[in-house]
C-alpha cells in the first residue's frame, strides 16, 4: 500500500547558490558615493556662512550687549578701513567719555553714524531761536540768569587733516568703539545683500531639490525585491512511496 508524504524544504545546494549570488551583487560606483558626500557638504558649507553672517552680530546684541557696526569710509585709517567692522559699547554714563576714545555719533542735521576720534571735550551754551528777531540766543537759567551749559565732543577722523565742522552733544553719541574685527565688514554686508542671499541660499536649495528628485527617480525605477522565503530556493516535493 502506497502512502502519499508531503514534504517542503530547501532543493539541495539552493542555500550555496543564493550565498554566491549575494557575492556577485555589483558593488556601488565610487562616484555614486562621492558625489552625495560633496552635495552634503557644499550645504554645509553655503547654510553654514550664512546661519554664521546673522549669528554672529545677533550673539553681540543679546549675548554681550554691543553692536557691530559696518565702516564705509576710510577715515579712520590706518586705525580701521572701509571694510572693517567695530565693536560698539552704548555710553550709559557720559561722564566716562574721554578725549582720545572712538566714539560713533549721529552729527547735526544728519542721520548717518560718523564713527571718530574724541580730540577734546568742553561746555558750551544751549541755543534756542528768538521768535521775535528768528536769531539763535543763548537759553538762560531763571534761577541764575546764566546761560545753560552742555557737554560737547570736538572729534576728528585720524585720517582727516582737519577737525569736525560742528561740535558733538552728548545726546548725539550713541558708544563707544572698543575693538576693530579686520574684514568683518565687507563680508557681512555681502552676506545680507540679495547676490549674498542668493549665492549662499540659492546652491544648497538647488542641492537639496536635486537630491530629492534622484530619490524619487531612483525609487521608480529600483525593482521590487522578494519576500524571504519566496522564489525557487524553497519548494514542495510530492514523493509517492
Known amino acids: 500500500m502506497s502512502a502519499l508524504t508531503l514534504r517542503t524544504g530547501a532543493l539541495p545546494g539552493a542555500g550555496l547558490r543564493a550565498r ?6 555589483p558593488r556601488p560606483p565610487r562616484g555614486r558615493l562621492l558625489l552625495p558626500a560633496l552635495a552634503w557638504a557644499l550645504v554645509a558649507l553655503c547654510a553654514g556662512a550664512y546661519a554664521a553672517s546673522v549669528a554672529v552680530p545677533l550673539w553681540y546684541q ?24 567695530v565693536v560698539l559699547q552704548e555710553v550709559d554714563d557720559p561722564s566716562r567719555l574721554r578725549a582720545g576714545q572712538v566714539v560713533s555719533f549721529w552729527p547735526q542735521g544728519s542721520d548717518d553714524l560718523v564713527t571718530h576720534r574724541i580730540e577734546k571735550l568742553l561746555l558750551l551754551p544751549v541755543y534756542e531761536q528768538d521768535t521775535a528777531s528768528g536769531s539763535m540766543v543763548p537759553v538762560l537759567d531763571p534761577s541764575t540768569s546764566q546761560p545753560i551749559t552742555r557737554q560737547h565732543l570736538l572729534t576728528r577722523g585720524d585720517a582727516n587733516p582737519a577737525r569736525d565742522a560742528d561740535a558733538v552733544p552728548l545726546s548725539r553719541v550713541r558708544g563707544v568703539v572698543l575693538g576693530v574685527h579686520p574684514g568683518w565688514g565687507a563680508a557681512l554686508d555681502w552676506a545680507h545683500s540679495r547676490a549674498g542671499r542668493l ?13 530629492e528628485l534622484a530619490s524619487m527617480t531612483g525609487a ?11 522564489g525557487p530556493g524553497v519548494s514542495d516535493a510530492l514523493l509517492l512511496d
Not at 67 to 83: C, H, Q, Y
Not at 220 to 230: F, L, S
Open 20 to 25: 554566491a549570488a549575494a557575492r556577485r551583487l
Open 62 to 85: 543679546h549675548v554681550r550687549e554691543q553692536r557691530l557696526l559696518i565702516v564705509t569710509s576710510g577715515s579712520m585709517a590706518p586705525s580701521f578701513e572701509a571694510g572693517d567692522a
Open 199 to 211: 549665492t549662499l541660499l540659492g546652491p544648497p536649495l538647488a542641492v537639496l531639490a536635486a537630491m
Open 220 to 230: 521608480r525605477r529600483r525593482p521590487a525585491v522578494e519576500a524571504p522565503g519566496a
